[in-house]
């Protein structure tokens, strides 16, 4: 298992002198694909869970903006934030680090039919509705 990004605080742990498993990550990030998403979402992310040392799991889908933070809290659940908007932001306290969702996604192309896609679930916002600027959606997943 190769993720696409990982982050390790202090020096890295590895499991044998080869240097390709890694025991030690604070965060790991993977940019969905049509391929690997349901992978990435579920045999692969069970696995990460596993990891002691690892604090937050990044989703980054390739097709619309949409970024799906998992946390680990101290009870050992794991905590969904999820953004979709350019002006929201991905809080990566494990390591302070704050993403904008404008640069993760400032040079990638959009399919045609959207300038950005968004889920069918995302509602749709009014004119009266407040801004949804760092207002992210939470969940709680056991």
Not at 12 to 28: A, E, S
Not at 76 to 94: I, K, M
Not at 109 to 120: C, E, H, K, T, Y
Request: aromatic content about 8%; hydrophobic content about 35%; overall charge negative.
């Amino acid at each position: 298992m190769r993720p696409d990004i990982v982050i390790v605080f202090g020096k890295p742990q590895c499991l044998d002198g080869h240097q390709d498993t890694l025991l030690n990550p604070k965060v790991i990030v993977e940019v969905l694909s049509p391929s690997t998403e349901a992978y990435d979402r579920g045999l692969k992310f069970a696995h990460y869970r596993q990891i002691e040392s690892l604090e937050q799991y990044l989703l980054l889908s390739q097709d619309r903006m949409r970024a799906e933070l998992f946390s680990r809290q101290p009870s050992g659940q794991w905590l969904l934030t999820f953004a979709t908007h350019p002006e929201e932001f991905v809080e990566l306290s494990s390591v302070s680090c704050r993403l904008s969702l404008a640069e993760c996604y400032e040079k990638v192309d959009f399919p045609l039919n959207s300038s950005v896609q968004r889920d069918a679930s995302d509602t749709a916002r009014s004119a009266m509705d407040p801004p949804a600027i760092n207002t992210p959606t939470r969940t709680v997943l056991t």
